[in-house]
């Protein structure tokens, strides 16, 4: 193997979107290694592991609408709840709420704000399709003179975000009182602001055009949809397994009697409780919501890879989805739901597992949000457990799940009750 990093294939071209000849290139999808650098440099830190603690309280308030709602739409009339869907509006809020100190306003509604959600499906549909044949993306989407032509229109989600950077404007130039606007200086916007006003290298085109900038931080926020995914997979797959739901209960009740649980699980408490954190690995492994391969070219010179010489320009790549199940890693039994695999046999065998997991990819290029999505989940799923009796509607093969290049479920409804010690919010 050579040491360069292999670049991303043009699976990854049709990914960003153009606005007036430009493309608007992302951290995500940018196959220009230099431009990476460029754009990692002075946003890492903000994503580290370290600076997680501080999102908590941002997490926290979402949790708390979260529960409130579902209290007085399904706990209070009995109504089963399109739990699939409800928790989407909760990954989308939160990550509202993280980057903008602001939420959209999906579980409020209760429902998909502006379409926004449906916008995103349309476009993993397009890249699924078009990424496997990227040169078509050039006579249409990213043909420079159609794109001159078309009306530049902003998607719902950039236009709130540029709605937030207004409103910091305002209140930074004295328009505005700071009274009026709910400004966290630990949120992302504030985070990703100071930062790029510190590093004068970042590409001048981000900086005449908000809209790019903002765009790129909400496109950021389309990983919401992953994490919803995730979620889904880990509550699907608990209920499903009942004996597996009866353990984890079982490891949150006992901390809950020690007093080692708050009725908000915190990130700390959440590290504390190992049935939970290896079903969390589970899920990832089980279902990981990338559902195509992880593609990249083969650099010049060519590359070895299993005994085989591949030529410079091959694409390669990885799908966790085919990596998650090889019975040599993970045992025979790679195809069912089973957490107790994470927490037994030497520390040699779990770190194999673990190292052969794909769900947040691998490499310079691995997920720089999943510290964000390991805190959502780890306090949300043991704060509803402990909140609620959860129980399926129908039967289990009722939800369904289609492969858009992420992989979503359709169809997943839940009768929700108030565990007895729990008072049901006003
Ligand atoms: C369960 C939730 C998530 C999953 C499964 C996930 C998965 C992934 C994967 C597989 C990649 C690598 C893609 C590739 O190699 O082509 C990636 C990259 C990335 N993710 Fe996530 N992600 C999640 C949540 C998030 C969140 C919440 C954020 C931000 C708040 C985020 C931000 C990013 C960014 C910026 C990259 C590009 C990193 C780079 O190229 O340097 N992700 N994610």
Known sequence: MRGDPLKKSDF?????????????PSIFSTQNENLHRMLKRP???????????????????????????????FVRSGEACDFGA????????VVGEITFS????????GHDVE???????NWFQYVAVVGQIPWLDLLWVKNTVVSRLRPAKWSPMVLFANKREEERRAVSTGASEKGDIQVNDRDFLSRFQAALDKDPS???????????????????GYRSDTTAIFLRTMFHQLLTHPSTLTKLRAELDEAASKGNLSETVTWKESLSLPYLNACFKEAGRIHPPFG?????????????VCGKTLPAGTIVGMNAWVVHRDPEVFGPDADAW????????????????????????????????????????LKLVPTLLQAYDIELVGEASSMTVENRWFVPQFGFHVQLRRRESRAVNP
């Open 86 to 93: 409800w928790l989407q509006y909760f990954a989308f809020d």
């Open 202 to 220: 970042i590409p001048q085109w981000h900086v005449p055009h908000p809209p790019c900038l903002h765009g790129s931080i909400m496109r950021t």
């Open 43 to 73: 946003i890492a830190a903000v994503y580290s592991m370290s600076n997680l603690v501080s999102f908590e309280p941002l997490v926290d308030r979402t949790i708390e609408v979260f529960r409130q709602e579902l209290d007085r739409r």
């Open 292 to 304: 195509l391969h992880l593609e990249r070219i083969v650099p010049p010179g060519g590359m070895d």
């Open 12 to 24: 990854y071209s049709v990914i960003p979107p153009m606005r007036k000849g430009v493309v608007l």
């Open 102 to 109: 602001k939420r959209l306003g999906f579980l409020e509604e």
């Open 338 to 377: 089973r957490p107790e695999r994470w927490l037994e046999g030497d520390e040699a065998y779990i770190k194999k597992m673990e190292a052969s997991l794909l769900t947040f990819g691998a490499g310079h290029r691995i997920c720089l949000g999943k510290h964000i999505s390991y805190l959502e989940i």
């Open 115 to 121: 379409g926004i959600m449906a916008s995103i499906w």
